[in-house]
């Protein structure tokens, strides 16, 4: 074992002595662990937190147990379990949330939560049924939280940002890229005034800003053996922005018939009936505390944060790959495409998908 990876885990309050140290899961942005041990509990999550992302990694971490002391306090409160029901942050032994080694690299831990599982996609509308449910549920038990949530990542899903720094990427083309990418980069111009013009009233507060997750695809949430939703997981992109963000973000993640980076495009679709299924379970949630514009908003959210991301990753492309890990030299181009499909699909589906949430909520 990496006597690095032990000696960090050592810094941590964790309970036993460390047995193993071994990689999980294929986050973009994170490299994430789980340590062993011989204690009771004997499993927890390690993560190297990536700090070109998000900055400054303290004040991301003190988001982090902002959220999780609120929903363990209202879980505790409605006879749940708060160790299984929401994530618990296991501080260093100097109390901090956070260690920080000599390469002045963030590492953070917190407690594996046991007998869960992960999906890596909806299988079935009950599966996406019960994730809208989780996500709904999540956004409700944060609804209440009044602390401020210190903004990490500025520009996350806000457009107007993407736009400064899309402009920028493309003027600056340090690669030598943008000539081959013609046509995608038309795919984004063509959309340009929809999409501001959405964000235009999450500016003018016509759409209100609430805690959000905004990083809803399903592998972030652990189910338990019911196929219920557990515990939603991997808080660091929480912030106050529009929860649209979070419907949109798991439509486009869920709905997909193909892989985010599919290479054949005839796989990639928007399944119509996981839709419906996600969003019956979200608005079970989420329908009283939302308003009429958030409402009439929702099936725009999938097309907005699927653009967003086809924008993310044809802007990475462009830019060198600078910030999704990649597999392959064009696997920024492939992500771009296939996600762009997938927007169209979304696109040519759009006044049933308004039909479908028009029809659950009356
Ligand atoms: C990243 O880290 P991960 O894989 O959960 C990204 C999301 C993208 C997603 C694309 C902080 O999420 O915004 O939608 O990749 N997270 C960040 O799959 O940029
Ligand atoms: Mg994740």
């Known amino acids: 074992?990496?006597?690095?990876?032990?000696?960090?885990?050592?810094?941590?309050?964790?309970?036993?002595?460390?047995?193993?140290?071994?990689?999980?899961?294929?986050?973009?942005?994170n490299d994430t662990f789980i340590i062993k041990t011989d204690g009771n509990p004997s499993k927890y999550i390690l993560q190297r937190k990536n700090k070109k992302v998000f900055s400054p990694i303290p004040a991301m971490m003190d988001n982090i147990q902002k959220v999780c002391s609120h929903i363990k306090a209202k879980v505790e409160k409605a006879g749940g379990d708060p160790m299984r029901e929401a994530m618990t942050v296991i501080p260093a032994t100097d109390g901090k949330l956070y260690f920080l080694d000599k390469d002045e690299e963030y590492w953070a831990v917190c407690l594996f939560i046991e007998d869960t599982i992960a999906y890596e996609a909806a299988e079935t509308p009950e599966l996406a049924y019960a994730g809208g449910k989780g996500i709904g549920k999540f956004q409700s038990l944060v609804s209440d939280?009044?602390?401020?949530?210190?903004?990490i990542l500025p520009g996350?899903?806000?457009?107007?940002?993407?736009?400064?720094?899309?402009?920028?990427?493309?003027?600056?083309?340090?690669?030598?890229?943008k000539e081959k990418v013609q046509e995608e980069i038309s795919w984004i111009e063509a959309r340009r005034e929809e999409m501001m013009a959405f964000w235009k009233l999450v500016e003018e507060g016509t759409i209100p800003t609430r805690v959000s997750h905004n990083d809803t695809k399903i592998n972030n949430i652990l189910f338990d053996k019911k196929g219920d939703v557990l515990c939603v997981i991997d808080l660091d992109t929480v912030l106050n922005s529009t929860v649209l963000n979070d419907f949109g973000d798991a439509i486009r993640y869920y709905t997909n018939t193909g892989k985010e980076d599919d290479t054949n495009l005839d796989n990639v679709s928007m399944d119509m009936e996981i839709f419906t299924a996600f969003a019956k379970g979200y608005l079970e949630e989420a329908a009283s505390f939302l308003t009429e514009k958030e409402l009439e908003y929702l099936a725009f959210s999938a097309k907005y944060i699927t653009y967003e991301q086809v924008l993310r990753f044809l802007m990475d492309y462009i830019d060198g790959d600078n910030y999704y890990k990649i597999k392959s030299e064009d696997h920024n181009l492939v992500r771009t495409r296939a996600q762009y499909k997938l927007l169209t699909s979304i696109e040519g589906q759009y006044d049933a998908m308004k039909k479908a949430i028009k029809e659950i909520i009356s």
């Open 1 to 29: 074992m990496d006597t690095n990876l032990k000696n960090i885990a050592n810094q941590f309050k964790i309970e036993g002595k460390v047995e193993e140290v071994v990689p999980l899961g294929e986050g973009f942005i």
């Open 145 to 151: 939280l009044k602390e401020p949530l210190t903004d």
């Open 156 to 177: 996350f899903h806000n457009i107007r940002i993407r736009y400064e720094q899309w402009d920028a990427v493309l003027k600056n083309d340090p690669v030598g890229r």
